[in-house]
């Protein structure tokens, strides 16, 4: 069985960074990408990056290039992302998901409220 | 501005089968990597189809994916009010080096 399971909603500030975790059974997480992937209110899926067991790099979308970093810990077969400098827009639902296809699987989502 | 196009909403009878459509480019739908999502609200998105036209594993075969160039469709025949949720197709871009999005489509089962 292969579950997914992220960290608790958090509350930030404008100008304040947030890591969120994926705990992954069922896979390695060096065997299978892991992806992020947000939704804002009222807004549509986003794919911000993800962690590319081939080659050990990390790839990210062009909008969140140097805001976002990605990681993952063997050890705990854990997935995190970290989000720099937020803002508002930054308000949203954010998910990981893995599996030989990519997206087969997904966390319960992390809820990120960013407001002063 | 989403790097793939989909229609916002469609609408359809139980029973009757809809498309939904997703344009692109040769850089990414034109690669067959086209991937579709059923996304109910307060839950997580499920994936449907994968590779263009593989249905994911479970999905009934109601839901079935096809693509032509850099256009993809996801169909759904038999169609029940369980339906009624947001679609989303999904690409690797070659060019972009980045999984892009379709907007959505919300369908209504009247």
């Known amino acids: 069985q292969v579950h997914l399971v992220q960290s608790g909603a958090e509350v930030r500030k404008p100008g304040a960074s947030v890591k969120v975790s994926c705990n992954v059974s069922?896979?390695?997480?060096?065997?299978?990408?892991v992806h992020w992937v947000r939704q804002a209110p009222g807004k549509g899926l986003e794919w911000m990056g993800g962690?590319?067991?081939?080659?050990?790099?990390?790839i990210y979308a062009q909008r969140f290039q140097g805001r976002v970093t990605v990681t993952e810990d063997t050890s705990t077969n854990t997935a995190y992302l970290d989000l720099t400098s937020l803002t508002s827009e930054d308000t949203a639902v954010y998910y990981c998901?893995?599996?030989?296809?990519?997206?087969?699987?997904w966390g319960q989502g992390t809820l990120v409220s960013v407001s002063s | 501005q989403s790097v793939l196009t989909q229609p916002p909403s469609t609408s359809g009878t139980p029973g009757q089968r809809v498309t939904i459509s997703c344009s692109g480019s040769s850089s990414n739908v034109g690669g067959d990597t086209v991937t579709w999502f059923q996304h109910l609200p307060g839950t997580a998105p499920k994936l449907l189809i994968y590779?263009?036209?593989h249905r994911a594993s479970g999905v009934p075969d109601r839901f079935s994916g096809s693509r032509s160039g850099s256009s993809a469709s996801l169909a759904i025949s038999g169609l029940r009010s369980e339906d009624e949720a947001d679609y989303y197709c999904?690409?690797?871009?070659?060019?972009?080096?980045?999984?892009?999005f379709g907007g959505g489509t919300k369908l209504t089962v009247l």
């Open positions: 069922g896979y390695s997480v060096t065997e299978v990408s």
């Open positions: 998901a893995t599996g030989l296809r990519n997206f087969d699987y």
């Open positions: 999904a690409a690797w871009d070659d060019r972009l080096n980045a999984w892009v």
């Open positions: 590779i263009s036209d």
């Open positions: 962690f590319d067991p081939e080659d050990g790099e990390a």
